[in-house]
T-cell receptor, first 113, second 109 residues
Framework: DAGVIQSPRHEVTEMGQEVTLRCKPI?????LFWYRQTMMRGLELLIY????????DSGMPEDRFSAKMPNASFSTLKIQPSEPRDSAVYFC???????????FGPGTRLLVL | QKEVEQNSGPLSVPEGAIASLNCTYS??????FFWYRQYSGKSPELIMS????GDKEDGRFTAQLNKASQYVSLLIRDSQPSDSATYLC?????????FGAGTRLTVKP
């Protein structure tokens, strides 16, 4: 299996622009997680889906962030409008069982100027 | 109190020594515990999982769990420079996975 796939790997954008991050989970995994990692705050859970349904989005910073999972093999995290403080590495992870081992994608490094 | 707490380090040990990484958690009913390793610029990868009290060994790695004390640790024997990374403790809390801030380990040749 190719593992969790994320795109783009790097994104540089200007403040105010829309950013869309993409994730393809491992086939057969039922849960998908979006994390944000910064030096200051560590690894933060933003939102997770179980069987394509958002279960907990309490970690989403504010209304500028939204996430969707239209099918079992694809999810997006959108930031609109983006701000410099959104600069971070965004990871997607998937797991068979939401209590089990999470497999992380390579991450998207986002820089908002 | 944070849900999952780790000493951020950095922890520095000489090559060949035992590195001891510690983690405490807040939820007494947590059942699943994980240690992930993250190299600089890379994504976290699972090293070990542990579910029962006691020790679990896998090669040079030993995870120790004490649910009464709400404490989980990772021992790395015969530390190698390639073990230099940040180690993240993760705990299932109320059906969610919560990560600690991570401990940065440096193994000096």
């Amino acid at each position: 299996d190719a593992g969790v796939i994320q795109s783009p790997r790097h994104e540089v954008t200007e403040m105010g622009q829309e950013v869309t991050l993409r994730c393809k989970p491992i086939s057969g995994h039922n849960s998908l997680f979006w994390y944000r990692q910064t030096m200051m705050r560590g690894l933060e859970l933003l939102i997770y889906f179980n069987n394509n349904v958002p279960i907990d989005d309490s970690g989403m910073p504010e209304d500028r962030f939204s996430a969707k999972m239209p099918n079992a093999s694809f999810s997006t995290l959108k930031i609109q409008p983006s701000e410099p403080r959104d600069s971070a590495v965004y990871f997607c992870a998937s797991t068979i069982d939401r209590r089990g081992t999470q497999y992380f994608g390579p991450g998207t490094r986002l820089l908002v100027l | 109190q944070k849900e999952v707490e780790q000493n951020s380090g950095p922890l520095s040990v000489p090559e060949g020594a035992i590195a001891s990484l510690n983690c405490t958690y807040s939820d007494r009913v947590s059942q699943s515990f994980f240690w992930y390793r993250q190299y600089s610029g890379k994504s976290p990868e699972l090293i070990m999982s542990i579910y029962s009290n006691g020790d679990k060994e896998d090669g040079r790695f030993t995870a120790q769990l004490n649910k009464a004390s709400q404490y989980v640790s990772l021992l790395i024997r015969d530390s190698q420079p390639s073990d230099s990374a940040t180690y993240l403790c993760a705990v299932n809390i109320k059906d969610d996975m919560r990560f600690g801030a991570g401990t940065r380990l440096t193994v000096k040749p």
